[in-house]
């Protein structure tokens, strides 16, 4: 049984009163384990007919399935495709309930790892813009790795201080979402070593980062916007406090319903899940809408862009090229210069000496349709995990022309090899290489 602070003990007693036995009890369970499909590559049926291991549904995300701990899904094929995200289940709340809409302007301002904003690119549907930032310029690398790998267009990936946000960015925003830092209580059971921190910290700590994040969000969102703030803590402070903060600063600001589902705590300042009484980690969320009225966005006009063997759909926007590598950059109608911006939208590619050098996120972003020469193998194929690791592959039974291929592993796509006279160079990122 893992040993809980006596200080935390009592403040959950006052919280839980005659579920506290059960919820200390909860800590000799097994957690739970999520994925969440990516449905702008796949529909959820068509995912559930095609992967090999028994899943069942969350409850409360409509692509979100529980699988077991022995079965490896981060190794399948399909985790490589970009197909689905591992995400805790209960993680998965915010961005569900989130209402996205078509050509939103949507912010994920604390996003690393990605798993939230990966979700909210999805919900886009290659529309609008998708703003994902984390303060931490490392943990914002994760994040792009997991942008990309979603095949997500119309992000822009940065690496900033809300504050500065702000300045750039005032009532821009349809849709905000903030998963702030916090004392983590929720995640005590899945991670032992945040109770050392919460001995080391605990809610005053944080209390003044959330209330700087919430204020500096509110200053982005649009009149008639909608904004989820969530926490891994059960904290008052942290939670309910917070939200009665977030409502002195703007009149107009609301909270609106969660769907009610089976376990979930809910009273007027948001919805608490507890880990004894779902099947998940601890968490809270709210969901806000500032004044009533949201004006509907102006539909954006898409473009395609085009280099043999690749004719791509992507939102409105134009090419740069930036030290000889050729991005496709979203219209965002804001001069982004003096931000930290890790990626501008979609890296196509690179140019070297003589030739251009199509990139791996480019390869994600595709469709097979989207390219003329397409290598599919079936997922039983060894040569599939044999590409992922960079080798050089047998195509002799292949029928394929000369040039850049698009691989695809069961028509999703992974990357990009190169063939001159039937002769196989492996162009998989390497930084990307299957373990």
């Keep these: 049984m893992i040993e809980l602070p006596e200080t935390y003990q009592r403040e959950m007693k006052e919280l839980l009163q005659d579920e506290y ?42 692509n979100g399935f529980y699988y ?54 999805t919900k886009l549907a290659g529309t609008g813009l998708l703003f994902a930032n984390d303060i931490s310029v490392s943990r914002s690398h994760a994040l792009l790795r997991n942008i990309e790998r979603f095949g997500i267009a119309n992000a822009f ?36 070593s945040l109770i050392r921190s919460w001995m080391k910290n605990g809610s005053s700590h944080y209390v003044p980062i959330q209330k700087e994040i919430v204020k500096c969000c509110l200053a982005m969102l649009k009149d008639g916007g909608t904004m989820v703030y969530s926490t891994c ?41 507890f880990p004894h009484r779902i099947h998940g980690e601890g968490h809270f969320v709210c969901l806000l809408q500032k004044g009533n009225e949201k004006k509907a966005n102006d539909d954006m006009t898409s ?14 926007g134009k090419e740069e090229i930036i030290n000889d590598k050729h991005l496709f950059v979203p219209a965002c109608g804001i001069d982004t210069k003096g931000l930290r911006i890790l990626r501008s939208g979609l890296l196509l590619g690179e140019e070297k000496k003589d030739r251009f050098e199509f990139d791996g996120a480019l390869a994600m972003a595709l469709k097979e349709k989207d390219c ?35 691989v695809c592993v069961d028509a999703q796509p992974l990357g990009f090899a ?16 299957y373990h």
Excluded at 303 to 316: D, T, Y
Excluded at 376 to 405: C, H, M, P, W
Excluded at 418 to 433: A, D
């Design 21 to 62: 036995a059960s919820y200390e009890a909860s800590f000799a369970q097994p957690c739970f384990h999520g994925l969440r499909v990516n449905t702008d590559k796949i529909s959820v049926s068509d995912f559930l007919a095609s992967f090999p291991y028994p899943l069942e549904p969350v409850p409360w995300c409509e």
């Design 68 to 121: 077991r701990d022995t079965d490896p899904v981060a190794k399948h094929l399909y985790y490589y495709a970009g197909l689905y995200y591992i995400q805790e289940p209960s993680a998965m709340l915010p961005a569900a309930v989130l209402p996205i809409e078509k050509n939103d302007r949507v912010l994920d301002v604390c996003a690393a790892p990605g798993g939230k904003s990966t979700e909210l690119g």
């Design 157 to 192: 990936v940065m690496a900033e201080d809300p504050q500065k946000l702000k300045e750039y960015f005032p009532h821009y925003f349809d849709k905000i979402l903030i998963d702030a830092p916090c004392s983590g209580e929720g995640m005590f059971r899945k991670e032992n």
């Design 233 to 273: 803590t059960f904290s008052r402070q942290e939670d309910e406090e917070i939200i009665q903060y977030a409502c002195s600063l703007d009149p107009s600001l609301h909270v609106l319903p969660i769907r009610k589902t089976e376990g979930f705590v809910q009273n007027a300042c948001g919805t608490k899940l």
């Design 303 to 316: 473009v395609i862009w085009q280099h043999a063997p690749v004719h791509i759909e992507l939102p409105f």
């Design 372 to 406: 003329d020469n397409v290598l599919n193998f079936s997922s039983e194929d060894e040569r599939t995990i044999r590409y992922l690791k960079g080798e050089t592959l047998d195509i002799s039974d292949q029928t394929v022309k000369d040039g850049y291929a698009l």
């Design 418 to 433: 190169k063939i001159t006279h039937h002769v196989f160079k492996n162009k998989y990122p390497k930084g990307w290489i």
